[in-house]
C-alpha cells in the first residue's frame, strides 16, 4: 500500500511499539499514519517554517522530535498532539540528521558538518559539539551494542564517537565520494556505508582508516542500507529501486516490488521493530511492503526449480551485481540450471535414503508429515494467485539450510 502526500516527504520514523509512521515533510509538517492495514491519518501539524528533514520516535514512543532546514528543534506529545519544546536557534545552519541514543539523550547534525548532543533533562542547551567534518551531516546512528555514535558526511568521511566520553573521536580519511547512509553489519563487525557513486564501502570495526571492501552493484547513489542477517542487506537507491544485495561474497540478488511502480527516488527507509513492514519514502508518497519472508529462515523444502519471477508477487529474483533488470533475459536458463541441478540432487537423496537406518526413516517420515502440515496451512492462507511468503523468500534468497544427511533424508 501507499500513502500519498502533497509534497515530498523527507524525514521517516517508525513508532516503537505501534504501527505508526511519522512522515517530516518539504513544506514544514509532520504528518502521522496508522500503516497497520489501510492507512488512516492521525494528525499532521506544522511545527516548522521549513522542510522538516528528520523525525524521529522517542524510545518510549510517548513523543517524538523533529529538525528542519529553518535550524530548529521540535517536540511533539504524540498523545496531544502539541509542541512541548521548542529550540528556534538550535544549529547555525540547517539541520539534517537525527537519531535518540537514549531516552534522555539525542544528536543532530547539520549543513556544515556540525553533530550537538542534546541531553532531554536541559532540552535548549546542547551538552557537547563536534566540529570534524566539513560537509554536511547526512546520518547518525547509535550502536549500543558497542556504545558508539556514527555520522557520514558529505565529505566522503565516517566519523565515530564515545557519548560517555567526549575526548574520544575517530574518523576515517576522506574519499573522493560522498557518503550518503550508513548500516552495521555482521554481528556489530562491519559499517557498510552507501555513496553517491553507488558504491557500498565496507570499514571493520575499530579499522577506520580506509574500507576493507568496496561493494558495486547500483547505477546510481545509495540512499539507505538496512541489515537482513549477517550476508544480506537491504538498499535504496535513488533509482527509486529498493534491493536485495548479498554482501558476502557480493551480488544483488533481486528487488523488491514496491506498490504502484517505482518513483524517481527513494529518499530513505525504515523497518518495522518486528521486521515485518518496509516503509520506504519516495518523493511525494511513502510505500508500506511487507518483507516478513525475508526474515524468515527457510526451514521447509518446495520444488528446487524456482522461477526468476515470482508471479503476482513482490519479488523479482535478479543475479547480477550491476542490475535487477538486466537479468530478464536470462531467466529461463537459469530456471533449466536449477532444475537440473533438482534432479541430480533427488537421485542423490534416493540412493541415501535406502541406505538409511530405520531409526532416521522414522524421524523422516515424522518431519515430512510436519513440513506438510505446514506448508499445507500457509497455502490456506494464501490468496489465489498469490505466492506464499517462504516461495518469495526462496526465490529471493535460496534456501540456507545445511545439507547433511539427517536433512537430505527428509527431501
Known amino acids: 500500500m501507499a500513502i500519498t502526500f502533497n509534497t515530498n516527504v523527507f524525514g521517516l520514523s517508525l513508532h516503537p511499539s505501534k504501527e505508526i509512521l511519522a512522515a517530516g515533510l518539504l513544506d514544514g509538517s509532520i504528518s502521522l499514519y496508522n500503516y497497520e492495514a489501510d492507512p488512516k491519518p492521525i494528525f499532521t501539524l506544522k511545527p516548522h517554517k521549513s522542510a522538516v528533514r528528520s523525525v524521529d520516535f522517542h524510545p518510549s514512543g510517548e513523543w517524538l522530535c523533529s529538525v528542519s532546514?529553518?535550524?530548529s528543534i521540535q517536540h511533539v506529545n504524540v498523545e496531544t498532539k502539541k509542541i512541548v519544546?521548542?529550540?528556534p536557534s538550535a544549529h547555525e545552519s540547517a539541520i539534517n540528521a537525527l537519531t535518540f541514543i537514549s531516552p534522555t539523550l539525542y544528536t543532530t547534525g547539520d549543513e556544515d558538518g556540525r553533530i550537538k548532543l542534546w541531553d532531554t533533562r536541559t532540552p535548549t542547551i546542547p551538552t557537547h559539539t563536534y566540529n570534524i567534518h566539513t560537509d554536511y551531516i547526512s546520518q547518525l546512528y547509535y550502536d549500543n551494542h558497542k556504545k558508539m555514535l556514527l555520522a557520514t558526511g558529505g565529505d566522503g568521511m565516517l566519523s565515530v564517537y564515545d557519548p560517555r566520553n567526549t575526548k574520544k573521536e575517530y574518523i576515517t580519511d576522506s574519499q573522493d565520494d560522498e557518503?550518503?547512509?550508513?548500516c552495521i553489519h555482521k554481528n556489530h563487525s562491519k559499517v557498510l556505508v552507501g555513496t553517491s557513486s553507488g558504491i557500498v564501502n565496507v570499514f571493520d570495526v575499530g579499522k577506520w582508516d580506509e574500507p576493507v571492501e568496496r561493494i558495486p552493484g547500483h547505477p546510481s547513489s545509495v540512499t539507505g542500507i538496512l541489515e537482513i542477517d549477517d550476508s544480506t542487506v537491504l538498499t535504496s537507491g535513488s533509482?527509486?529501486?529498493v534491493r536485495v544485495m548479498q554482501t558476502y561474497?557480493?551480488?544483488?540478488?533481486?528487488i523488491v516490488e514496491l506498490p504502484e511502480g517505482q518513483?524517481?527516488?527513494a529518499e530513505c527507509m525504515r523497518l518495522s521493530v518486528d521486521n515485518r513492514w518496509l516503509v520506504v519514502a519516495q518523493e511525494e508518497r511513502v510505500c508500506v511492503v511487507d518483507v516478513a519472508y525475508l526474515f524468515e529462515e527457510g526451514d521447509d523444502d518446495e520444488e528446487e526449480g524456482v522461477q526468476e519471477e515470482v508471479d503476482g508477487g513482490s519479488v523479482v529474483k535478479g543475479g547480477s551485481a550491476q542490475e535487477g533488470e538486466d537479468d530478464e533475459d536470462t531467466g529461463t536458463d537459469g530456471s533449466d540450471s536449477d532444475s537440473e541441478s533438482s534432479n541430480e540432487d533427488e537421485e542423490v537423496v534416493d540412493d541415501e535414503a535406502h541406505e538409511t537406518t530405520n531409526t532416521n526413516n522414522k524421524r523422516t517420515a515424522e518431519s515430512s508429515d510436519s513440513s506438510d502440515a505446514s506448508e499445507a496451512e500457509?497455502?490456506?492462507?494464501?490468496k489465489p494467485g498469490k505466492p506464499t511468503r517462504r516461495q518469495k523468500r526462496r526465490a529471493l534468497m535460496g534456501d540456507k539450510r545445511p545439507k547433511n544427511e539427517f536433512f537430505a533424508?527428509?527431501?
Open 409 to 411: 533424508g527428509i527431501d
Open 249 to 254: 561474497p557480493h551480488k544483488v540478488l533481486g
Open 179 to 182: 557518503f550518503l547512509c550508513l
Open 69 to 71: 532546514a529553518d535550524h
Open 378 to 382: 500457509e497455502k490456506a492462507d494464501a
Open 263 to 265: 518513483q524517481d527516488s
Open 239 to 241: 533509482d527509486g529501486l
Open 85 to 87: 519544546v521548542k529550540i
